[in-house]
């Protein structure tokens, strides 16, 4: 289940990043959460998060995908495709037409996962991290239909106590 980021979900979310990166502050998310609430977003399987992304508006027509991260244990079944779905869909569902990450130049492994959800490489920034790595600037076009798509094909809501979580059964969709 992918749901909004709740201030519950902090230690484990910063557990994540720190097992993925050593590049972000952890005190940044829940900045995030007070800023972009509706773009910060978890991954959930059995009461503990897996996984989450944070996305924000970075331009007129520009989504800015911040960070995703999924733990260790659980990469490779989709989660981090699946969370990358839900906030360009989301990107989509603000208006937006163009969704942005970087990733580290070595990172060949999630250059394959975003190239195979529809990023492009477009240039390099050099020493982009702090350690002098480069970084590796991608970016997918956001069609409009994904929406229609995403609802029709793969959602199945489930509304309680005034809160809508999305239970996914494929590429995936999310909507506050």
Same mark, same amino acid.
């Given at each position: 289940m992918i749901r909004r980021f709740a201030p519950e979900d902090f230690? +484990?979310?910063v557990e994540i990043e720190s097992e993925a990166f050593s +590049?972000?502050?952890s005190l940044l998310y829940m900045s995030f959460y007070e800023t972009v609430?509706?773009?910060f977003l978890v991954a959930e399987q059995h009461g503990k998060v897996v996984g989450y992304v944070v996305g924000y508006r970075s331009g007129e027509n520009e989504g800015h995908i911040f960070s995703v991260g999924v733990k260790e244990e659980h990469r490779g079944r989709g989660i981090g495709t699946s969370l990358i779905h839900t906030i360009c869909d989301i990107f989509v569902a603000n208006g $937006?037409?163009?969704a942005r990450l970087e990733v580290r130049n070595s990172n060949k492994g999630a250059q394959k $996962?975003?190239?195979s959800i529809g990023f492009v490489s477009c240039w390099t920034e050099k020493k982009y991290y702090s350690d002098g790595e480069d970084g590796v600037v991608m970016k997918m076009h956001l069609h409009p239909y994904r929406l229609l798509i995403s609802k029709q094909k793969y959602l199945e809501s489930i509304i309680s106590d005034n809160e809508f979580f999305v239970t996914?059964?494929?590429p995936i969709s999310y909507y506050p």
């Open positions: 230690q +484990e979310v +590049e972000h502050n609430g509706d773009s $937006l037409r163009y $996962l975003y190239r996914f059964k494929g």
